[in-house]
């Protein structure tokens, strides 16, 4: 069995052995899974050729014929991009299993197991190579969030928030799987390469542009799709906010890149692209502006997610909308794209810590209200640490995983239009503020003393969490160029096919 195989099945066989596992320990066999899977992505990385391609050749490529009756083929192979996303799941889904290690309420074999199920379903959509299996492994992912959301969220808010959650993403993948069909129509099968063949003319791709970013700005989400953000991120479990914000979003990201970009190209090139930046830029300054006003922990970091993965869009397209008119393979304007991925990676990294944070924060104070907490830092001093090298990458403060990524993605909204720029770097002033009002309502504010005195610091389960994500931040900001490397060759070959 291939490398690549045993990466999507291990997931898949342990969730089921997880599943069968009715004892305390179950927990344990989820997170020695969890690592073994991160130890084998380590190894495949370790062996991963980096060289510079033209074609973004392919690695661990397995295919089968699988739907011969409509050509589509079980398809599967590691590029640039796909390692840098293998990588970030594998890397935190061992840390989010063992951040539930200091739950009051144990949580049982099933909430492990379908953490599995959806690390198989993660690992799919960043593998599959062909479209109709892409969108399958998309819904496969949906289903393990929407249960540990719905049995393990919060009791009073759990069947509204993941009722509407449920709905939005479900109908944004029946468009995409409408879009997707549309497009074989026109292609010779549903492999990466044919679709990005399609021949279609400006009027087709406007349409099947909207269909398919409809599904990609749910999920990612994008202003004014976000609106079942904020209380799934919310109400669901921390281990569920660390899954949706950490890894899930980031489906949406490289669906863009993957799909969207080189099969829409003159759509993107027109109008269509230019009312994306619009919006991503609105989304950045909206949830900003509302993670400074609000009092609520969680829903800081979920409008801080938002006012990123703003960014990350007006970056990518910026890139993509100059590339497709300048319409010139010796001057590809790519760094938008390589700026989104480095911040993807820093993105997971960071918010999966920050909802730690409020977790441990919520833990010690009986309330996500910041106003009702305050002193900590003298109480819990490794905590009060770790949690500002966490801040500080969400900040994007320089030598930190943000700091690179943030830049690119401003230069890239720059280039593309000085105004939306400009716009766009208010997100350095805002973010400060909202997350150093959190950082010093928490640390430093004033609070009961007594329950201040029952207080701890951090625990082993939690110190060894956040300080993994700690070296992360730290490493990754000063080693971003081993990202952009990493991910060149498949950039450049999806900016290609824009305008081939």
């Known amino acids: 069995m291939s490398y690549l195989a045993t990466l999507l099945l291990l997931p898949l066989v342990g969730s089921g052995l997880v599943f069968a596992w009715r004892n305390s320990s179950s927990k344990h066999l989820a997170l020695a899974i969890a690592f073994i899977q991160m130890f ?8 991963f050729d980096f060289g510079p391609t033209v074609d973004s050749r392919l690695q661990y490529e397995i ?78 992912t949906l289903i393990p969030i929407w249960l540990i959301a719905g049995v393990w969220g919060q009791e009073d808010k759990r069947i509204k928030f993941t009722t509407k959650f449920f709905v939005y993403t479900f109908v944004g993948s029946l468009f995409m799987l409408l879009g997707f069909i549309y497009i074989y129509n026109y292609s010779a099968s549903f492999a990466v390469t044919d679709m990005y063949n399609a021949a279609l003319n400006l009027n087709q791709q406007t349409v099947i542009f909207w269909f398919i970013f409809f599904a ?53 090139g027109g109008i269509s692209g230019d009312i994306v930046v619009i919006l991503a830029v609105v989304g950045v300054i909206y949830g900003a502006l509302i993670a400074i006003v609000n009092n609520d922990s969680k829903r800081i970091i979920a409008y801080s997610s938002l006012s990123h993965v703003g960014l990350m869009v007006a970056g990518i397209f910026a890139s993509a909308i100059l590339t497709v008119r300048l319409a010139n393979a010796a001057s590809l304007v790519i760094e938008g794209a390589e700026g989104a991925l480095v911040q993807t990676f820093a993105h997971g990294i960071n918010v999966v810590g920050l909802f730690y944070c409020a977790d441990i924060l919520y833990k010690r104070f009986k309330t996500r209200d910041i106003r009702q907490m305050g002193g900590l830092a003298k109480i819990a001093p490794k905590f009060a640490i770790l949690f500002m090298i966490i801040l500080l990458g969400s900040m994007a403060v320089p030598l930190t995983n943000g700091f690179i990524g943030e830049f690119i993605l401003l230069k890239s909204v720059f280039d593309y239009n000085l105004i939306m720029g400009v716009l766009s770097g208010l997100t350095v002033i805002l973010c400060a503020v909202y997350m150093l009002r959190l950082y010093g309502k928490a640390m430093f504010g004033k609070t009961d003393d007594m329950l201040l005195s029952t207080a701890k610091d951090l625990s082993t389960a939690e110190f060894s969490v956040l300080a993994s994500l700690s070296v992360f931040v730290i490493l990754m900001g000063i080693f971003p160029q081993v990202i952009i490397e990493m991910v060149g060759s498949s950039l450049k070959f999806i900016f290609l096919s824009m305008i081939s």
């Open 63 to 140: 295919q089968y014929p699988w739907f011969q009756f409509i050509n589509s083929t079980l398809h599967f192979g590691i590029d640039g991009m796909s390692m840098l996303l293998v990588i970030l799941t594998n890397i935190l889904v061992p840390l989010i299993i063992l951040s539930s290690y200091n739950e009051n309420k144990p949580y049982n074999n099933n909430f492990y197991a379908l953490i599995l199920l959806m690390q198989f379903g993660l690992i799919g959509v960043f593998t599959a190579l062909d479209g109709l299996l892409f969108y399958i492994f998309w819904e496969v």
């Open 216 to 268: 990609f700005a749910v999920k990612l989400p994008v202003f004014p799709f976000h609106t079942w953000q904020p209380d799934t991120y919310t109400y669901s479990p921390t281990q569920g906010s660390m899954l949706l914000s950490g890894i899930m979003l980031k489906m949406a990201a490289y669906g863009v890149l993957r799909y969207l970009l080189p099969i829409t190209p003159l759509a993107i």
């Open 40 to 47: 084998l992505a380590f190894y495949m990385l370790s062996n």
